[in-house]
């Protein structure tokens, strides 16, 4: 599984856009880019997926350029229950199973 | 729909101690996951089955074993618990590998 590198931490205020980009420098030809959200005290929740371009979402939108060695998680006028920590992971949807590979996330604090 | 039920929610175990974390699914999927989350950390796979009665390792097994009982029901058994299992632990399922869909957790101390 492609490795994948995000900040550790984001901080904002409520009503701004949030964008968190991660890093997949690696990532091959079939995989697909997944972001998961996670509340404190919850298991993570599936939020959005895509494999190139733009997709969007009633959550969110995810920007991939055309080389896709990143993706962009957009979170538009984020508020306070945004707060949690956000995954994005790297694989290949076509295998049909697969093992997630969940790195430490970005923790996003949205402030009043 | 449930979804994905775990129990119990909240265990504390003594060193040695033994139990078994139980973990069920309504959404008719076939492949279903353990992890555990140390604080401040990301998931880390215990095991996982790709389908009933199959079931393999993953990042970290050791001290672990698993029963997928059938295609609802996926166990987690740890026969002598340590201190350093101290943990959240997370049950999943999903269709495929890419999407999948968390339990709310069991909070496990070992004294």
């Known amino acids: 599984l492609a490795k994948t590198t995000q900040p550790i931490s984001m901080d904002s205020y409520e009503g701004q856009e949030v964008n968190i980009t991660c890093s997949h420098n690696?990532?091959?030809?079939?995989?697909?880019i997944t972001w998961y959200q996670q509340f404190p005290s919850q298991g993570p929740r599936f939020i959005i997926q895509g494999y190139k371009t733009k997709v969007t979402n009633e959550v969110a939108s995810l920007f991939i350029p055309a080389d896709r060695k990143s993706s962009t998680l957009s979170l538009p006028r984020v508020s306070l229950s945004d707060t949690a920590v956000y995954y994005c992971?790297?694989?290949?949807?076509?295998?049909?199973?697969?093992?997630?590979?969940f790195g430490t996330g970005t923790r996003l604090l949205v402030s009043p | 729909n449930a979804g994905v039920t775990q129990t119990p929610k909240f265990q504390v175990l003594k060193t040695g101690q033994s139990m078994t974390l139980q973990c069920a699914q309504d959404?008719?999927?076939?492949?279903m996951y353990w992890y555990r989350q140390d604080p401040g950390m990301g998931l880390r796979l215990i095991y996982y089955s790709a389908s009933e009665g199959t079931t393999d390792k993953g990042e970290v097994p050791n001290g672990y074993n698993v029963s997928r009982l059938n295609k609802r029901e996926f166990s987690l058994r740890l026969e002598s618990a340590a201190p350093s299992q101290t943990s959240v632990y997370f049950c999943?399922?999903?269709?495929?590998?890419?999407?999948?869909?968390f339990g709310p957790g069991t909070r496990l101390t070992v004294l």
């Open positions: 992971l790297v694989g290949d949807k076509g295998t049909g199973f697969q093992k997630l590979v």
């Open positions: 959404m008719n999927h076939n492949s």
């Open positions: 999943a399922n999903g269709v495929g590998g890419d999407t999948q869909y």
């Open positions: 690696n990532i091959a030809t079939n995989d697909y």
